[in-house]
């Protein structure tokens, strides 16, 4: 089992920068998919980005701007935002699973969130 805290949100105003990390306790970090979602209110969540090895997938809605990446020495992820938008503002979700996808479900543990604001 692995339990997951993100941190770095805050409020940044467009065209700003955040990098967002979540750090994980539990062994076996670098066996997980680690991923990265985000849920504006009144919306469902949404992915956002995912990591396996050197394997990357993003949404196409910040393809281009976002960056995942992870290191396994310090059982942590991040997600490099650049280019922020207002329509980027959510609280931003870390989560781990066994499956390189895009779908909530494949997805077993979840952080509690950190909230990013971008302001226009």
């Known amino acids: 089992q692995v339990q997951l805290g993100e941190s770095g949100g805050g409020l940044v105003q467009a065209g700003g920068s955040l990098r967002l990390s979540c750090a994980a306790s539990g062994r076996s970090f670098s066996s997980y998919v680690m991923a990265w979602f985000r849920q504006a209110p009144g919306k469902e969540r949404e992915f956002v980005a995912t990591i396996r090895w050197s394997s990357r997938s993003y949404a196409d809605s910040v393809k281009g701007r976002f960056t995942i990446s992870r290191d396994n020495a310090k059982n942590t992820v991040y997600l490099q935002m650049n280019g922020l938008k207002p329509e980027d503002t959510a609280v931003y979700y870390c989560?781990?699973?066994?499956?390189?996808?895009?779908?909530?479900?494949?997805?077993?543990?979840w952080g509690q969130g950190t909230q990013v604001t971008v302001s226009s």
């Open positions: 989560a781990a699973g066994w499956r390189f996808s895009s779908t909530l479900e494949a997805y077993d543990y």
